[in-house]
């Protein structure tokens, strides 16, 4: 019997069509998430088609009254889970610090990517933020004059940004970027802050650190939303011109990543003259401008120990501004930040006494409420300075290894011909695409006035890591002219910097593993916090609403995640085109299983999962591969679906999509719980996972394509490298290594004639350091072709030169004296231009 009789068969016995069918059908309404009254009427509708006794639909049907009639289910059903959760203590603890962490700030494109069923449209028609004229004209104005000023060797070896440059800064209100116009700063959007830190930091990090603090959590920021008008009126014009030089003090010795536990301490007391003061005792580290600041904003705790504001006696964490000069403040002390020569400060307080209604930012009703402050700005704050600079930072090496792949040859080749050369350039190339989407994504959200502190701690841990493996990657490209410091090496600062925004504003483990998931899962979840609210609160009717709900939302999501599962996503219509629509496909299937994964965790776990943090993190890992590939996705549509992208676009989503596989199968192949439970994810559903991938790593053909893409002088070259600063003059490291490489490409042709000639034997096989001239004379090449292909020798070798220091030189005594001293000394070790040697010009033509 042929396998098609043997079907037809099957399919005319009515039975199995019909358990078939019913099969297909729940499957159907599951997926589509349809109510449980629906489901009930359709069990009763098939438990009467098989001939099941009356009695037992009626028994169905009643039970299933309890779950559909509200008022009911709460007093039978809900009140004895809600009994049990608290017995179980299954809710974890939230502390009152964390507490105002989660609810500081809102949810955006999270919560959809958590709900199981992203809106794409949704997701998709967030702004493309813009600058507007005058800020463009910021950029173009203040901020290239700014780069160009900059000598970053000079400041990193001096050991200090010129007096000239800070005034400058000062001047032209750089400190002032964030604050309103009306308050005399020059009252940008987050994309404008976000462009101007991104372009310095290509310049010199540490002058992008000293203008990218004032206008990050600090007291502007602070003033800004919580300030009395009396205290915006004083400190925001001073502030936004650089009379005032702002820092901010939280970090203490026993307080870093657990900021929330700082022991500084402020008392109240009452003065002689009635009014009511405030005493500080601090001891702060790493606070960045606090040896050259003139305001401090300073986080304590705050007692009221006489009962002064009628609020009892500890109020808790508060902000206030306290003048550097007041007495009792000790300053003057520097860290050292891995050498990178930004001011970085520890601070002492010793009885310093200030009015509390002046110095307490919003006055005497905002004491004790510091930490949601602190929250709310931090939290905003993630999403703009640092992936600013990472994005910056990619960009600038994206120019860079490209440049010198096309200008340093080895084995006759240049060495971004050699495949092992291509993976790392592709994997640099690549990011500059996904890293530029993250950052633009998320300024779209803070744009629009929203703040969501889970998709900023996602932009911060990304592309912080980002900018880590990618200089790693430049680092290996460049070989020793990474390595040797000086004028010549444009990608040193950045190697040696990339720690530091892993560690500030959040460092990256905790972020990851604590922030990402465990706020997410709580603050993105659709019933997850609302459970945790009702419960605390004792209230039933908002605990049922919660936990039916949760349990909806689990039930669809498992026939979601399934049926998307078995089908690889397949079933999704309309959305993308011929370059995208697989993706959005892919996204919906993951968005499910993460939302039934999760689910799983947290029912499992319970409380418990907060310190499961090998577990959470790489759930945040899964969050952020989604967040990254819905921000490419948002990219792509929103500059007009460029089909030269195309090779980009797949790199990024291919990228996201395997490091989403990873991250799952680390989780299945380590699921916690009972041993039934572990078996099942780590046996059976690990395997199925690992069969049924969602994503591949992209091939070699895919990075081949990439890393040659980024080798061409090409207008998308520059277009993924828009935004970062590249000096004009060819004496410059950028400028030098740009020059060569846009001349090397021209010469390029001009080889291939040569090598052409050579293989019809007009020009001898033999390398001869009189090629060039040769193949002229014969007119294998044009006097113009000549002179280019000449220029290219000359720039490649002027490029490969690296710096070199005489004794002295290296040693620095003299130079760091005269740089104390302010006097204008030569810090470029090497000349301008490194002329080629006679004896060398052998060698460079023999690579023909
Ligand atoms: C150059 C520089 C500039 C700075 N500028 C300022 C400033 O201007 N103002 C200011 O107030 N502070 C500033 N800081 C402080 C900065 O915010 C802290 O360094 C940061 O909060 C981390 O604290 P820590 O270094 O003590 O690390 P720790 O808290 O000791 O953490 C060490 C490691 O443990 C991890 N970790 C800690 N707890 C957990 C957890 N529960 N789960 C998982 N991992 C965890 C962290 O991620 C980190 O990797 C600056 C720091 C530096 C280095």
Redesign the pocket.
């Known amino acids: 019997m042929g396998v098609l009789e043997m079907y037809s068969g099957i399919f005319h016995n009515h039975l199995a069509t019909a358990i078939v069918g019913t099969l297909f059908l729940f499957l159907t309404i599951g997926y589509l998430g349809l109510p449980y009254w629906l489901w009930t009427v359709l069990v009763s509708g098939v438990l009467l088609g098989f001939g099941a006794p009356i009695v037992i639909i009626g028994v169905y049907v009643a039970i299933s009254l309890f779950f559909i009639i509200k008022p009911l289910r709460q007093v039978t059903l809900s009140v004895g889970v809600m009994k049990l959760f608290k017995a179980l203590n299954f809710i974890p603890q939230i502390s009152e610090t964390e507490r105002t962490a989660l609810e500081a700030g809102v949810v955006w494109a999270e919560a959809e990517l958590f709900s199981g069923k992203p809106d794409f449209k949704k997701l998709m028609s967030q702004p493309n933020p813009q600058l507007t004229p005058e800020e463009q004209a910021f950029i173009d104005g203040p901020v290239e004059q700014l780069c160009q000023m900059i000598d970053s060797w000079k400041i990193y070896r001096s050991r200090k940004i010129p007096d000239n440059i800070m005034q400058f800064i000062k001047d032209k209100k750089f400190l002032g970027m964030i604050i309103p116009k009306e308050y005399g700063g020059l009252g940008f959007s987050n994309l404008l802050h976000s462009d101007v830190i991104q372009k310095i930091s290509t310049r010199s990090i540490t002058a992008s650190i000293t203008v990218m603090?004032p206008n990050s959590l600090g007291p502007a920021e602070l003033l800004v939303h919580y300030g009395t008008e009396e205290q915006k009126k004083k400190w925001l014009p001073r502030l936004a011109d650089g009379r005032e030089m702002p820092?901010?003090?939280?970090?203490e010795p026993q307080a870093?990543?657990?900021?929330g536990s700082i022991v500084s301490t402020g008392v109240l007391f009452k003065g002689d003259d009635g009014k009511i003061y405030v005493k500080i005792n601090w001891r702060?580290r790493?606070?960045?401008l606090a040896s050259i600041s003139s305001v401090i904003g300073l986080a304590f705790k705050l007692r009221d120990p006489e009962n002064l504001l009628g609020r009892g006696e500890d109020l808790g964490i508060t902000c206030a501004l306290i003048p550097s000069n007041t007495k009792g403040v000790v300053l003057g002390k520097r860290h050292d930040?891995l050498t990178i020569p930004f001011y970085?400060c520890p601070t002492e307080g010793n009885d310093v006494i200030v009015e509390a209604a002046e110095a307490i930012i919003g006055g005497l009703d905002n004491a004790g409420k510091g930490w949601g402050m602190l929250m709310e700005s931090l939290g905003a704050g993630r999403g703009i300075s640092l992936p600013a600079q990472s994005t910056g930072g990619v960009k600038l090496l994206t120019l860079l290894a490209s440049a010198h792949s096309t200008v340093r040859k080895q084995f006759g080749l240049s060495i971004g011909k050699f495949e092992g050369v291509e993976e790392p350039l592709a994997r640099i190339a690549g990011k500059s695409y996904f890293v530029e989407a993250m950052r633009r994504y998320t300024l779209s959200a803070l744009d629009q006035g929203i703040k969501p502190p889970v998709v900023t701690a996602m932009a911060k841990y990304n592309t912080t890591e980002w900018y880590r493996q990618a200089v790693n990657d430049g680092m290996d490209i460049l070989g020793g002219a990474a390595i040797s410091m000086g004028p010549r090496n444009a990608i040193a600062e950045g190697y040696i910097a990339a720690p530091?925004s892993i560690?500030?504003?959040?460092?990256?483990?905790?972020t990851r593993?604590?922030m990402i998931f465990g706020q997410g899962a709580l603050r993105a979840h659709p019933y997850a916090f609302k459970e945790v609210y009702a419960l605390e609160n004792n209230d039933l009717k908002a605990f049922d609403r919660a936990f039916w709900g949760h349990i909806g939302h689990i039930s669809r999501n498992l026939f979601r995640a399934k049926v998307l599962s078995w089908t690889r996503g397949w079933i999704i219509f309309g959305h993308g085109d011929s370059v995208t629509r697989r993706y959005y496909q892919k996204l919906a299937w993951v968005s499910a299983y993460f939302a039934i994964m999760a689910d799983i965790a947290m029912g499992i776990l319970g409380g418990k999962l907060k310190f499961k943090?090998k577990l959470t993190g790489r759930y945040a890992d899964v969050l952020s591969w989604m967040y990254t590939a819905t921000a490419v996705l948002h990219r792509y549509e929103s500059e007009g679906k460029r089909k030269e992208d195309a090779a980009f676009v797949h790199y990024s989503m291919q990228m996201a999509f395997h490091n989403i596989q990873k991250a799952f199968e680390g989780i299945l192949a380590n699921f916690e719980g009972p041993f039934i439970v572990r078996w099942l994810f780590r046996g059976p559903v690990l395997w199925f996972a690992s069969l049924n991938k969602m994503g591949v790593e992209p091939d070699d053909e895919l990075t081949h394509e990439i890393s040659k893409l980024i080798q061409e002088d090409s207008e998308q070259r520059q277009r993924l490298t828009q935004g970062i600063f590249i000096p004009k003059e060819k004496t410059e490291a950028l400028g030098r290594y740009e020059n060569a490489f846009k001349t090397i490409k021209q010469s390029e042709d001009i080889e291939k004639k040569m090598r052409k000639a050579v293989r019809s034997k007009i020009l001898p096989k033999k390398r001869s350091k009189d090629l060039i001239e040769l193949a002229l004379e014969k007119g294998v090449i044009t006097a113009e072709e000549h002179k280019i292909i000449k220029l290219s020798e000359e720039l490649r070798w002027d490029t490969i030169q690296v710096d070199e220091f005489t004794e002295d030189e290296f040693i620095n005594a003299t130079r760091v004296r005269a740089a104390l001293e302010d006097r204008e000394v030569r810090l470029d070790a090497s000349p301008e231009t490194t002329p080629m040697p006679k004896e060398e010009e052998e060698e460079v033509q023999s690579v023909h």
């Open positions: 603090v820092c901010f003090g939280l970090t870093g990543s657990d900021a702060k790493w606070i960045t930040p970085n530091i560690t500030v504003e959040g460092a990256n483990i905790l593993t604590l943090e």
